[in-house]
């Protein structure tokens, strides 16, 4: 029982009427592990999510927290979970709130301690009816904190916050997680998933469709960027640059012109060669947004998918 995951699934499937929003995943996450589950609108996140807490029951499949049902775990105060259809209590405070979950949890950290790890003690006072919506994601946060659990299950935290929050945000969460506790998020921002996770999970048409670390799921997009600014571009500029040595797609807007190249140093090499005049030259590496596109697009490569499973 010690030894087993944090989270188990087994086959799970979720029918609503015709659709299948999870569609067979198998999935364990270690103790300790930070976890990014990805993925675009109606992938099912959120609905595995649920059946992983046991807010759902799977028409097929089994979901385990902790070796034990979903409702052991989150008795035994093991489990906290920040959801996206979680409500507070709009009259109560925002301490009042935390004090409130708190109380019903048999060893939960100091109310105080909770506000301080969700940044939320300087709107303790406020009534959550009057909070904003980064505000409101703060206060979540701290309610799902206080019952100090080993597991801890955000869908979208950061939404509605802006740049700044998002960051005081996970700079808590990196505190919360360096303890050795095990996190999975769900979220739409992939620089969150690429900076913050040990690995990376996508989910497609409610399909596990990639498993790895971000520098794995990033690798199945191979080569990179060559981009330059030309003042005067001459003709057949388009046709020319697309057959340098490991061209594969030739971009230009405006004065910028973007090469996507399998081989950056002889791309770079000839351009310098046949265009001296070019300037502002940057070489970039892909990004998670290019590995997401390329293995959620609904004609993405079954090998491409089959390689990070």
Same mark, same amino acid.
């Given at each position: !029982?010690?030894?087993?995951?944090?989270?188990?699934?087994?086959?799970?499937?979720?029918?609503?009427?015709?659709?299948?929003?999870?569609?067979?995943?198998?999935?364990?996450?270690?103790?300790?592990?930070?976890?990014?589950?990805?993925?675009?609108?109606?992938?099912?996140?959120?609905?595995?999510?649920?059946?992983?807490?046991?807010?759902?029951?799977?028409?097929?499949g089994?979901?385990?927290?902790?070796?034990?049902?979903?409702?052991?775990?989150?008795?035994?105060?093991?489990?906290?979970?920040?959801?996206?259809?979680?409500?507070?209590?709009?009259?109560?405070?925002?301490?009042?709130?935390?004090?409130l979950?708190?109380?019903?949890h048999?060893?939960?950290?100091?109310?105080?301690?909770?506000?301080?790890?969700?940044?939320?003690?300087?709107?303790?006072?406020? *009534?959550?009816?009057?909070?904003?919506?980064?505000?409101?994601?703060?206060?979540r946060?701290?309610?799902?904190?206080?019952?100090?659990?080993?597991?801890?299950?955000?869908?979208?935290?950061?939404?509605? !916050?802006?740049?700044?929050?998002?960051?005081?945000?996970?700079?808590? !969460?990196?505190?919360?997680?360096e303890?050795?506790? +095990?996190?999975v998020?769900? +979220?739409?921002?992939?620089?969150?998933?690429?900076?913050?996770?040990?690995?990376?999970?996508?989910?497609?048409?409610?399909?596990?469709?990639?498993?790895?670390?971000?520098?794995?799921?990033?690798?199945?997009?191979?080569?990179?960027?060559?981009?330059?600014?030309?003042?005067?571009?001459?003709?057949?500029?388009h046709?020319?640059?697309?057959?340098?040595?490991?061209v594969?797609?030739?971009?230009?807007?405006?004065? *910028?012109?973007?090469?996507? +190249?399998?081989?950056?140093?002889?791309?770079?090499?000839?351009?310098?060669?046949?265009?001296?005049?070019?300037?502002?030259?940057?070489?970039?590496?892909?990004? !998670?947004?290019?590995?997401?596109?390329?293995? +959620?697009?609904?004609?993405?490569?079954?090998?491409?998918?089959?390689?990070?499973?």
């Amino acid at each position: !029982m010690n030894d087993s995951p944090a989270i188990a699934l087994h086959g799970l499937r979720k029918r609503f009427g015709q659709l299948t929003a999870v569609d067979g995943v198998t999935l364990e996450i270690g103790r300790g592990e930070v976890v990014a589950l990805l993925g675009p609108n109606g992938a099912g996140k959120s609905t595995t999510i649920d059946l992983a807490l046991g807010l759902s029951n799977p028409d097929e499949g089994d979901a385990r927290l902790f070796g034990g049902t979903p409702r052991q775990a989150i008795v035994a105060g093991r489990v906290g979970a920040m959801l996206q259809g979680g409500a507070l209590l709009p009259t109560l405070t925002v301490r009042q709130s935390i004090e409130l979950v708190a109380a019903a949890h048999r060893h939960p950290l100091p109310v105080d301690e909770a506000m301080e790890r969700a940044k939320v003690t300087d709107i303790a006072r406020q *009534r959550v009816a009057k909070l904003s919506g980064g505000q409101m994601q703060r206060a979540r946060f701290a309610v799902a904190v206080v019952s100090n659990p080993d597991l801890l299950i955000l869908d979208e935290p950061t939404a509605a !916050m802006d740049v700044e929050a998002r960051h005081v945000f996970w700079e808590s !969460m990196r505190a919360f997680t360096e303890e050795g506790r +095990t996190v999975v998020f769900a +979220t739409h921002y992939l620089d969150e998933a690429d900076s913050f996770a040990d690995r990376i999970v996508i989910l497609n048409r409610g399909r596990l469709v990639a498993d790895g670390t971000p520098a794995e799921v990033k690798a199945v997009v191979s080569g990179r960027v060559v981009s330059f600014a030309l003042d005067a571009a001459p003709a057949g500029l388009h046709d020319r640059l697309a057959t340098l040595p490991g061209v594969r797609d030739v971009e230009r807007r405006g004065e *910028r012109i973007s090469i996507q +190249t399998a081989d950056s140093d002889a791309t770079l090499r000839a351009v310098l060669a046949d265009y001296p005049a070019a300037h502002d030259v940057e070489v970039i590496s892909r990004t !998670m947004d290019d590995a997401f596109l390329a293995l +959620t697009h609904d004609a993405a490569e079954p090998a491409l998918q089959e390689a990070l499973r």
